[in-house]
């Protein structure tokens, strides 16, 4: 997400940190690759003149100029602007009675699969959400919603078969989504492949039925351009109240982020990160500007463990490090604990100084194949890894498709860790040691391990 405007971005804050004094120049010549950065990151040029132009304005200030750290005050006029330009404050979504929102978009941009995204979101949050299935256009969109839906265990409202009109499956809704005690309703609506007068007057005459507190479009954040093009005929058609971008872990550029609620003047609401159901974030747009200029997000790292820790796991794990008896059953379910976290390339965005990591830095086959070697142990050989011989290794070796010297080097690390797990700086030691890689191609350390 947005890995190839931060790159570009990286070497001129580090320019600018360095410089002692500030002058015209050096910021329009800053300026100069902050503009390029943008435009090839695919944002609308005229949000990228507009945006240039503020900052030049701010960082020509008397108290930047006068300043002992003047680069970094730049920096921090760059963070302020671009959390401007998301939109200042994260926007909330309108959820006084009744509650019902109104999914829009073009075939392909992920409506279905975001909309019980949404549902399992605001599930989390205490609410009781509906999904009522209203694209009637594309094959399959309603079992398909209906799927998701039995995933994520929220009640769907299917129309009958043979339904043509989207606004009799509106009003027939309406007495289903009382009995069922909901308090949100959501609505698919169908989709096409291009904005044209069919899709536009269907959705007005949906609109106008369904009488929604939020309108939200989804947009393909991957399509660039184009997106802004989209958001903003729908807009005109509609009125959208937000939008929800799909696909940004996908999209090294992401300028339609940047370009979309400066050219609409809708806010982002939500940001798809990924296929799963459960990868929908809120958009805060101080730490999507954190994100872009390397300084993670650790607050939204921190709610996505909240999220996943079960409490009473967690006591007892911690009570398994204090005595060393942390065992390989252990190992997998902290590995288990990642894995809900979300994938790696998307935590290492939220940590601060990570995002310098390259795609290929960040390889989760290498956790499976440290899976591997643990699940190629016997019952026994998890509980007691003093078990593990020579002849046991080899086995485990052929069984994981991995070299003996790798499940050494594993089990060799693992043995250190139970060892010095009492000693809190010998452990601080071993963690940055593991980080250093396991070698014989494994690489990346020992996942999952908690602090």
């Known amino acids: 997400m947005f890995s190839q405007l931060s790159e570009n971005l990286e070497g001129v804050f580090r320019k600018l940190r360095g410089l002692g004094k500030i002058s015209e120049k050096n910021i329009n010549d800053a300026l100069r690759e902050v503009r390029m950065a943008l435009l090839e990151a695919d944002v609308d040029f005229k949000v990228a003149r507009e945006f240039i132009a503020s900052v030049k304005e701010k960082a020509l200030g008397v108290e930047v100029v006068k300043s002992i750290t003047p680069g970094q005050q730049i920096v921090k006029i760059f963070h302020d602007e671009l959390t401007e330009l998301f939109g200042g404050e994260a926007a909330q979504l309108d959820l006084n009675p009744p509650a019902r929102i109104?999914?829009?978009?073009?075939?392909?941009?992920?409506?279905?699969?975001?909309?019980?995204?949404?549902?399992?979101?605001?599930?989390?949050?205490?609410?009781?959400?509906?999904?009522?299935?209203?694209?009637?256009?594309?094959?399959?969109?309603?079992?398909?919603?209906?799927?998701?839906?039995?995933?994520?265990?929220?009640?769907?409202?299917?129309?009958?078969?043979?339904?043509?009109?989207?606004?009799?499956v509106v009003r027939d809704s309406l007495p289903w989504i009382e009995q069922q005690n909901a308090t949100v309703a959501i609505f698919d609506t169908a989709g096409r492949q291009e904005v044209d007068d069919g899709l536009i007057d269907?959705?007005?005459?949906?609109?106008?039925?369904?009488?929604?507190?939020?309108?939200?479009?989804?947009?393909?954040?991957?399509?660039?351009?184009?997106?802004?093009?989209?958001?903003?005929?729908?807009?005109e058609a509609v009125q959208l109240s937000g939008l929800i971008l799909t696909k940004?872990?996908?999209?090294?550029?992401?300028?339609?982020?940047?370009?979309?609620?400066?050219?609409?003047?809708?806010?982002?609401?939500?940001?798809?990160?990924?296929?799963?159901?459960?990868?929908?974030?809120?958009?805060?747009?101080?730490?999507?500007?954190?994100?872009?200029?390397?300084?993670?997000?650790?607050?939204?790292?921190?709610e996505k463990a909240a999220e996943a820790i079960d409490q009473d796991e967690a006591e007892r794990m911690a009570t398994r490090f204090k005595s060393a008896r942390f065992d390989f059953n252990d190992f997998l379910e902290q590995m288990k604990f990642m894995r809900k976290l979300g994938p790696l390339e998307g935590l290492m965005g939220m940590i601060p100084g990570m995002n310098k990591l390259k795609p290929g830095d960040i390889d989760e086959n290498r956790m499976k194949r440290i899976e591997a070697i643990v699940l190629s142990m016997t019952p026994d050989e998890r509980r007691r890894p003093e078990l593990l011989n020579g002849r046991r290794r080899a086995r485990i070796a052929r069984g994981s498709g991995n070299s003996v010297a790798s499940v050494n080097q594993f089990l060799k690390q693992f043995n250190q860790m139970r060892k010095m797990m009492k000693s809190k700086g010998k452990m601080r030691q071993l963690m940055k040691q593991l980080g250093g890689g396991m070698g014989g191609g494994m690489g990346g350390g020992i996942p999952g391990l908690p602090r």
């Open 248 to 302: 940004l872990d996908g999209d090294a550029r992401g300028g339609a982020a940047l370009s979309m609620r400066q050219v609409t003047g809708r806010p982002i609401k939500f940001i798809g990160s990924g296929e799963k159901v459960d990868q929908l974030e809120a958009f805060v747009p101080d730490r999507m500007a954190n994100r872009i200029l390397g300084m993670g997000d650790v607050v939204s790292l921190v």
């Open 202 to 235: 269907e959705l007005v005459r949906t609109r106008d039925a369904v009488q929604p507190r939020e309108t939200l479009l989804v947009a393909d954040a991957a399509t660039g351009q184009q997106a802004v093009a989209v958001a903003t005929r729908f807009d």
């Open 102 to 168: 109104l999914i829009v978009g073009l075939n392909g941009a992920g409506k279905t699969t975001t909309s019980a995204k949404l549902a399992l979101w605001l599930k989390r949050q205490g609410r009781r959400p509906v999904l009522i299935a209203c694209d009637l256009f594309r094959p399959a969109a309603i079992e398909q919603l209906a799927t998701l839906a039995a995933e994520i265990d929220v009640p769907v409202y299917k129309p009958a078969p043979g339904s043509k009109d989207p606004v009799k």
